[in-house]
């Protein structure tokens, strides 16, 4: 205020950076944002919101913001400011080029989960009708798409089953690969209030499932009745101990078995788990974790009246993510904790879209709706909508498009909101597929590192400068308003809208709502949904359709979406990333409160004064063991290379264990990584690399 003087207007809208989806107040003065306050009448925060949502903003008007379309034929040339026409024609010219000299298949693109519905619904639009094939994906594909693997097998379809609310009557909490503290701080708060007892009940109980010691193990009132520290990469392992115990000591929920699963898969799982190699005692030299303390936290959920389970990617970035997505659900089922307030599934989405643009559409074998592109009733929908055929075969995934660019048989990309050479494991072999690719189009804020090897430069627009919707962790779908005039000139929709006529296609949509009724109309689950609707009511969580007028807080209730619950067994299998003497300890990774992601936003807005530079984090005997002290700078090197970090010595993680934070780009996080991936998705392993960390004299 002091700086830009008193809001002369304000607008209602949703945070960009967390799944949380907090709503706050826009206070303007002019074009200029004065201040954000977080709005009481929020359903998802209640008035409450952290340093991210408050403070993270000023990227808005940063002064590396592009405003003006770029192309260049080669990317050693010097990029060329040229108008909307000539940028946009020249990349739908490149596409048909492209497509008419190496195939159909050679194109594709990547959506973000920063952006809203309506322009991830648009992306996958102009793939599958435009460019005629199913190659598109999202940045989820490398943080929740085992989220979608795992709960479409056991429940259904791909959606946390409680809403935010439904934490106030759960009686056991348990956290299993995630850090609410810091990456969903305002959940947490509600998370926390009922950990410390409200409403004149006892505290519900904690369970921490985490290599590493997370703040909310113990914080002011709150102590965790078990923190369970397991290797990395053992959380099947840990999963299958805990079914073994309910199972063997007879506390599954036969009566809830019966009614609502299928009773024969549950007896071959049963039988599974039961075996005596999966007693806690016989995987206590695999998880590390203590057998009693084990089996203590499996009876305490199995017995805990209302049970809860939250993950994060500490679950799914793993290459058993899906399968451990899957053994959190059958311990939900086994102990009959699906279905009613208080207990449930429920993955904390990183991304503010994660939630929202999977159910539009963009993985390359889905439809809006979670409907596979191979289900010819789903296909005919669309194509009687669009006026074109739908590929029946799965287009390529990000890791399979940038194979097949390293293989010269794909050749451009439109990727919009995601910097896949900062944020996808393996980094040296993305630049070499965006290399060998004829023409990269990147759709961004920001020239970010992916444009390096871009030819065309299309600005984009942050969430104050759209309308639109996003879709929470929770399922819940909220308004994001246009506050400021897009400095660029035009929204993302806009941009994708202008690509699509520019390659022929004859879309007319005036504003996103037009877009969200395509969107009702084509997804049963969103059937309900429209501009008009969220206005009045605030937000929806879906499904809303005729079976659901007002939205489904919880899921699941009287049957599972798929009808019975399905057990699936998941074999522990270990990762392919070993250590040995070269590489002997196991690095993981996790994010601060203030800044998100790799940073691209938050390093621009004062939120910077909290946290400089990320550090490694090393358990006290690994340090002395390499003569290593508090703030020293070290070579953390993995069998995909090496970078340079300053090292913090804390009994926060185990002996063997090292853990960094990967928000400012000097900390090349993912020139470490490894290339292992999930089994069933290839969601990336980040969360486990074989490294080594010795003394250096620094960058
Ligand atoms: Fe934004 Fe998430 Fe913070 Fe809420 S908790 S203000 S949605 S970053």
């Known amino acids: 205020v002091a700086e830009i003087g008193l809001p002369d207007r304000t607008e209602i809208t949703t945070c960009a950076y967390c799944g949380v989806g907090c709503t706050f107040r826009a206070e303007m003065r002019g074009e200029q944002l004065v201040r954000m306050v977080p709005w009481k009448d929020g359903k998802a925060n209640r008035g409450h919101s952290c340093v991210k949502g408050r403070f993270a903003w000023g990227y808005a008007n940063h002064k590396d913001r592009i405003t003006q379309p770029m192309i260049r034929r080669n990317i050693d040339e010097p990029w060329k400011e040229v108008s909307w026409d000539e940028a946009l024609s020249y990349a739908a010219n490149e596409i048909k080029r492209i497509q008419s000299e190496y195939g159909r298949n050679s194109v594709g693109g990547?959506?973000?989960?920063?952006?809203?519905?309506?322009?991830?619904?648009?992306?996958?639009?102009?793939?599958?009708?435009?460019?005629?094939?199913?190659?598109?994906?999202?940045?989820?594909?490398?943080?929740?798409?085992?989220?979608?693997?795992?709960?479409?097998?056991?429940?259904?379809?791909?959606?946390?089953?409680?809403?935010?609310?439904?934490?106030?009557?759960?009686?056991?909490?348990?956290?299993?690969?995630?850090n609410p503290t810091d990456g969903h701080p305002v959940f947490a708060s509600r998370m926390k209030r009922r950990l410390r007892g409200i409403d004149n009940r006892p505290p519900a109980k904690l369970i921490v499932i985490d290599p590493r010691r997370i703040d909310l193990v113990k914080s002011p009132h709150i102590e965790a009745e078990y923190h369970?520290?397991?290797?990395?990469?053992?959380?099947?392992?840990?999963?299958?101990?805990?079914?073994?115990?309910?199972?063997?000591?007879?506390?599954?929920?036969?009566?809830?078995?019966?009614?609502?699963?299928?009773?024969?898969?549950?007896?071959?799982?049963?039988?599974?788990?039961?075996?005596?190699?999966h007693a806690p005692e016989n995987l206590e030299p695999v998880t590390k974790v203590i057998a009693k303390d084990l089996r203590e936290a499996a009876r305490l959920f199995a017995t805990g009246n209302n049970s809860a389970i939250y993950y994060g990617l500490g679950v799914t970035e793993h290459s058993q993510g899906s399968s451990t997505v899957m053994a959190i659900a059958n311990l939900a089922m086994a102990t009959g904790n699906i279905g009613r307030e208080g207990v449930g599934v429920n993955p904390l989405r990183g991304q503010n879209n994660v939630q929202g643009a999977c159910d539009m559409g963009s993985?390359?074998?889905?439809?809006?709706?979670?409907?596979?592109?191979?289900?010819?009733?789903?296909?005919?929908?669309?194509?009687?909508?669009?006026?074109?055929?739908?590929?029946?075969?799965?287009?390529?995934?990000?890791?399979?498009?940038?194979?097949?660019?390293?293989?010269?048989?794909?050749?451009?990309?439109?990727?919009?909101?995601?910097?896949?050479?900062?944020?996808?494991?393996?980094?040296?072999?993305?630049?070499?597929?965006?290399?060998?690719m004829e023409c990269v189009i990147v759709h961004d804020l920001f020239l970010n590192e992916t444009a390096n090897y871009a030819h065309v430069f299309l600005p984009g627009s942050t969430f104050l400068e759209k309308d639109g919707t996003?879709?929470?962790?929770?399922?819940?779908?909220?308004?994001?308003?246009?506050?400021?005039?897009?400095?660029?000139?035009?929204?993302?929709?806009?941009?994708?809208?202008?690509?699509?006529?520019?390659?022929?296609?004859e879309w007319d949509y005036r504003h996103p709502s037009e877009i969200m009724d395509e969107i009702a109309r084509l997804t049963p689950t969103f059937a309900g949904v429209n501009f008009d609707k969220l206005r009045?009511?605030?937000?929806?969580?879906?499904?809303?359709?005729?079976?659901?007028?007002?939205?489904?807080?919880?899921?699941?209730?009287?049957?599972?979406?798929?009808?019975?619950?399905?057990?699936?067994?998941?074999?522990?299998?270990?990762?392919?990333?070993?250590?040995?003497?070269?590489?002997?300890?196991?690095?993981?990774?996790?994010?601060?409160?203030?800044?998100?992601?790799?940073?691209?936003?938050?390093?621009?807005?004062?939120?910077?004064?909290?946290?400089?530079?990320?550090?490694?984090e090393m358990h006290p005997s690994d340090a002395e063991n390499r003569g290593l002290h508090d703030g020293d700078w070290t070579k953390l090197s993995s069998r995909s290379g090496e970078t340079t970090l300053k090292i913090q010595i804390t009994d926060r993680v185990a002996p063997g264990v090292v853990y960094t934070t990967f928000h400012h780009p000097a900390t090349q996080a993912n020139v470490v990584t490894t290339e292992h991936s999930d089994w069933a998705t290839n969601c990336p392993e980040y969360k486990v690399t074989a490294v080594q960390v010795s003394a250096s004299n620094g960058p």
């Open 536 to 616: 009045e009511e605030g937000s929806l969580q879906w499904p809303v359709n005729d079976g659901a007028p007002d939205g489904s807080p919880v899921m699941h209730v009287d049957s599972f979406v798929r009808g019975k619950g399905r057990f699936v067994v998941a074999d522990y299998v270990p990762t392919d990333e070993k250590t040995g003497p070269r590489f002997p300890l196991l690095l993981t990774t996790g994010r601060i409160l203030s800044h998100y992601n790799v940073g691209a936003q938050t390093r621009r807005t004062k939120n910077t004064v909290w946290h400089k530079e990320d550090v490694l």
């Open 110 to 178: 990547i959506t973000s989960s920063r952006c809203t519905n309506e322009e991830t619904f648009l992306i996958q639009k102009l793939i599958r009708a435009g460019f005629g094939n199913n190659n598109v994906d999202t940045c989820a594909r490398v943080c929740h798409s085992p989220t979608g693997y795992g709960l479409a097998k056991t429940f259904g379809t791909s959606a946390g089953t409680q809403d935010f609310d439904s934490v106030e009557q759960s009686d056991v909490i348990m956290v299993i690969g995630a």
């Open 228 to 277: 369970l520290p397991l290797q990395p990469g053992t959380n099947v392992a840990v999963l299958t101990a805990m079914a073994h115990v309910i199972v063997t000591e007879g506390l599954a929920d036969e009566e809830f078995i019966r009614e609502r699963c299928d009773w024969d898969e549950y007896m071959e799982w049963a039988a599974f788990v039961s075996d005596d190699r």
């Open 363 to 436: 993985f390359p074998h889905e439809l809006s709706g979670y409907r596979h592109v191979s289900d010819a009733s789903a296909r005919a929908l669309f194509e009687a909508d669009w006026g074109v055929a739908i590929d029946p075969e799965p287009g390529l995934r990000i890791p399979n498009m940038l194979d097949a660019a390293v293989d010269g048989e794909f050749k451009a990309l439109y990727v919009q909101g995601e910097d896949i050479l900062q944020s996808d494991p393996n980094t040296k072999h993305v630049s070499a597929g965006l290399a060998a």
């Open 470 to 505: 996003f879709t929470n962790a929770e399922r819940r779908i909220q308004l994001v308003n246009k506050v400021m005039t897009p400095i660029s000139g035009m929204e993302d929709w806009e941009v994708t809208q202008a690509l699509a006529n520019a390659m022929g296609l």
